[in-house]
Nanobody, 126 residues
């Protein structure tokens, strides 16, 4: 129903920046809440940011507030995550996820998102 493909990850030194992109296809993209999650080896998948289908409401984990920015372009069916001032603890595989906007559940739980991309690796060196 929804296909997601991430890109933009890579190697960066601490303090650097990347722009992660998620290209979506399938059923109406603008009616989905979009989220970014990340997962480091041996750790649980962690919420990073979310943007609701209207594009007017966003939220971030405390660890990335002020450094990361989520945005969407419904016309282009893309969701981006601008990641600035990267820290070594940001190293993880970053995943784009989607869930129907009318789901009555939290935006911050990975289990509530039925659609996922393949992930893109972000590695931050100290």
């Amino acid at each position: 129903q929804v296909q997601l493909v991430e890109s933009g990850g890579g190697l960066v030194q601490a303090g650097g920046s990347l722009r992660l992109s998620c290209a979506a296809s399938g059923r109406t993209f603008s009616r989905y809440t979009m989220g970014w999650f990340r997962q480091a080896p041996g750790k649980e998948r962690e919420f990073v940011a979310a943007i609701r289908w209207t594009g007017g409401s966003t939220d971030y984990s405390d660890s990335v507030k002020g450094r990361f920015t989520i945005s969407r372009d419904s016309a282009k069916n893309t969701v981006d995550l601008q990641v600035n001032n990267l820290k070594p603890e940001d190293t993880a595989v970053y995943y784009c996820a989607a869930k129907p906007a009318d789901y009555f559940n939290t935006d911050y739980s990975a289990s509530n998102y039925p659609y996922w991309g393949q992930g893109t690796q972000v590695t931050v060196s100290s």
